[in-house]
């Protein structure tokens, strides 16, 4: 469970929220804002490479309780979610923001890649 909470740390980890609150991938900027309400915070979500760093889109953050959605735009449009709340998560929490998520397909648990 531990590499499937790292693999949704990254893009998507779950919510305890109910729907109507749930960021989703493939939203607007505008669409966010619609669901939660002005964003608590901005940033540039940018690429570093070795010899240049590429801006890709803002970084807009909400709060809903102690909940916090980190959502990464890219030519316009959510790319990745970051949700965060102290304390534990309980399955049906991670099962929501991967239902919501899913955009009519399946997510399947995969393990660490093996060292080469």
């Not at 991938?25 to 608590?40: N, T, Y």
């Not at 102290?86 to 060292?115: C, M, R, Y």
Request: some cysteine; hydrophobic content about 40%; proline content about 6%.
């Amino acid at each position: 469970m531990k590499s499937l909470f790292t693999i949704l740390a990254l893009g998507l980890v779950a919510l305890a929220l109910p729907s109507p609150v749930m960021a989703r991938l493939g939203e607007s900027e505008k669409e966010l804002i619609a669901r939660f309400g002005e964003p608590v915070g901005r940033s540039k979500h940018n690429v570093v490479l070795p010899d240049q760093i590429i801006e890709l889109g803002p970084t807009l953050i909400f709060r809903q309780g102690d909940w916090r959605m980190k959502c990464d735009l890219v030519a316009g449009r959510c790319l990745r979610i970051n949700y965060s709340k102290p304390g534990e998560w309980i399955e049906d929490q991670i099962q929501l923001v991967l239902g919501t998520n899913a955009q009519g397909s399946a997510w399947t648990e995969t393990g660490k890649p093996e060292a080469v």
